[in-house]
């Protein structure tokens, strides 16, 4: 990666290097580095204030950062104007469109910017909007709006698409619509940069992760890589009718980890049916009850929990 | 510019289809001719043709209103975030809306103009040359107007409380609802200073008495550099982010505008003029 203005080499489309950028006194983003590849589906997964958007958006050339460097299909995205947005594509995380413009307008209007244009017939078919082409953005469903979005998003045929957040608020059922789109553009295979904080969307989606903290990646791989590092452990959840002693459980036999959430502890174990065993023992010695207890093996939550001590929707 | 003709034709068909849009731009001014020509006009054709001026400037002076508060809604929504992704300059995005604005009043002035003289019996023209070329300047530098306030103001209750200060002052103190002949002389020469006066004295004098643009050259400059001015400033301060604050010194720019109205005035009430004459006294009879 060269970022001296000499040509180019890398097979990265997008390249993040030592990004910084502050509100006022507060850091967004704290060093971010890393790269996505062609037709490779990327995502950052952090919770709320992470620093996802910012980064997102300083790709996007909707912000300028405050140190770093850039480049998105080699160009630097404050730079570049006009060339440069014309290879990407992004549904914004809080954008709308006019209340009065139809369906159909807004893919013509937007698709007329560019030099590279889609058929807006076919993406009104590929995102199921045809029985709303007519319809006034004031009259689409939360659902739908993300769906034009997503068209809107392709209208220029980009090199890279940028989906920030494309799920949040959505009901499960639209959730499940969104990422049979976004696993159709996978096949196509669209670069995609993705923010979310859910993780199933970034186990189900990305083909790598970045998991994002305080405005600094914590750790990059595959889903798989990601959660060999919780690898030999099994996650235990339970919930108890009165609060443990503190350590108590960390103490049980088998327990790498415990950690306390609200009203329930996530307990990292090496050898789960021994860890039961005692856990049960336990409580009964200390007159508690056991109220649920749940098996899984890690998630990227595991991974996110031990790195940063919190859950991801905290 | 093709950009710019594609959001013109965009804004102009999301505006038809707006009832509000409607109401403001053509129900109103409709509204207001009808009450003047009455109150005003008593029958008589150069009185009618003096409250048509009002009128006039009235309906070409709404696009300050509408113009700042649509681009701060945008704002707000994050619907010009959207557009930001898109190979849209700033200067396209605002010069739309200025030119759908100026296409879209002048239905409204000729229904305007048709009912004075088939309703109320306003047996002269006037100049109409000259009104046709005040009638364009009038849109598009009050459409400058309204977007500078959208460009200094940061949310939508900052930009009414502007709008309304500002409007009043368009309103009352111009001449535009009630005649300046009205007021005392100290308010008349407030007036002088009032952007909204020389586009309502303009237009009452190429109405009433026929006068030739030659005779309106001040005028008609200060309305053309108060559009220069605005649409500079608004395209140097535009903001496409909702959180984007403008710090407080950028909004000095905003008063560029008016200094050739304010030089304009100044000059008036120490030289004296025609426009000082005019602004005292009601037309007594038409010129041709």
């Known amino acids: ?13 997008v390249q993040v290097e030592n990004l910084k950028k502050s509100y006022g006194p507060v850091e967004a983003v704290r060093g971010v580095s890393f790269e996505v590849r062609e037709g490779e589906v990327f995502g950052l997964l952090g919770p709320n204030g992470a620093g996802k958007t910012t980064t997102v958006e300083i790709l996007e050339g909707l912000r300028r950062p405050d140190d770093g460097h850039v480049r998105v299909c080699g160009l630097d995205p404050q730079r570049s104007g006009t060339a440069f947005k014309q290879e990407i594509g992004a549904v914004l995380q809080s954008t709308a469109l ?21 058929n807006t017939e076919e993406l009104i078919k590929r995102f199921g909007l045809e029985e709303k082409r007519k319809a006034r953005y004031m009259h689409l469903s939360g659902g739908q709006k993300q769906r034009l979005a997503l068209a809107l998003a392709l209208v220029n045929e980009p090199r890279v698409v940028f989906l920030d957040e494309p799920t949040a608020g959505l009901d499960p059922q639209v959730r499940r619509e969104i990422y049979d789109i976004i696993e159709e553009l996978k096949r196509d295979c669209k670069t995609i940069l993705l923010t979310t904080h859910y993780i199933e969307e970034a186990e189900r989606l990305c083909d790598r992760v970045a998991i994002i903290d305080h405005g600094k990646v914590m750790a990059l791989g595959t889903p798989r890589e990601l959660k060999a590092r919780s690898a ?26 415990c950690r306390q959430f609200e009203d329930s502890y996530v307990l990292h174990s090496r050898r789960p049916p021994q860890t039961i065993v005692a856990l049960v ?5 200390e007159d508690n009850e056991l109220h649920s207890l749940e098996i899984a093996a890690p998630s990227l939550e595991d991974v996110f929990i031990e790195m940063t001590g919190r859950r991801l929707r905290e | 510019m093709r950009n710019t003709w594609i959001l013109t034709a965009i804004r102009m068909r999301l505006a038809l289809r707006n009832k509000a849009f409607f109401f403001f731009s053509v129900v109103m001014p409709l509204m207001f001719l ?23 400037a009235l309906t070409v002076m ?16 994050g619907i010009l975030r959207r557009f930001h992704l898109a190979p849209v300059a700033a200067f396209e995005l605002l010069a739309s809306s200025v030119i759908a604005n100026y296409i879209l009043v002048f239905p409204t002035i000729i229904v305007e103009f048709l009912l004075a003289r088939w309703v109320f019996h306003m047996t002269q023209w006037g100049n109409l040359a000259g009104a046709f070329v005040l009638v364009s300047l009038g849109a598009v530098t009050f459409s400058a107007l309204g977007l500078i306030v959208a460009s200094v103001t940061n949310n939508m209750q900052e930009t009414q409380v502007i709008c309304n200060i500002v409007w009043m002052g368009f309103l009352f103190l111009s001449g535009a609802t009630v005649p300046l002949p009205i007021f005392p002389v100290f308010m008349q020469r407030a007036a002088l200073f009032v952007p909204a006066t020389y586009l309502v004295t303009g237009l009452q004098k190429v109405l009433v008495r026929g006068d030739r643009l030659s005779t309106l050259g001040p005028d008609i400059f200060a309305l053309l550099i108060c559009f220069v001015f605005g649409l ?8 496409w982010e909702p959180e984007e604050r403008l710090p407080g010194r950028a909004k000095l720019w905003a008063a560029a505008a008016v200094i ?9 009430i120490s030289h004296g003029g025609h426009r000082s004459e005019f602004i005292s006294t009601f037309p007594s009879a038409p010129s041709r």
């Open chain 1, 1 to 13: 990666m060269r970022y001296d203005g000499s040509p180019d080499v890398s097979d990265a489309i």
């Open chain 1, 98 to 118: 006019p209340d009065l413009m139809r369906v159909d307008e807004a893919l013509a209007l937007f698709s007329s910017f560019y030099a590279r244009r889609r």
């Open chain 1, 232 to 257: 030999g452990t099994t996650r235990i959840q339970v919930r108890l009718a009165r609060a443990a002693q503190d350590g108590a459980l960390e103490k049980l036999e088998g327990v790498a980890d």
């Open chain 1, 281 to 285: 023992k336990h409580l009964e010695a």
């Open chain 2, 34 to 56: 009808f009450f003047f020509a009455t109150v005003f006009g008593k029958g008589e054709s150069s009185r009618v043709a003096y409250s048509l001026g009002q009128v006039l």
């Open chain 2, 62 to 77: 709404g696009s300050f209103w509408g113009l700042s508060v649509q681009l701060v809604i945008f704002r707000e929504r």
């Open chain 2, 232 to 239: 500079i400033v608004s395209v140097q301060l535009f903001r």
């Open chain 2, 260 to 268: 050739p109205f304010l030089l304009l005035g100044a000059w008036e």
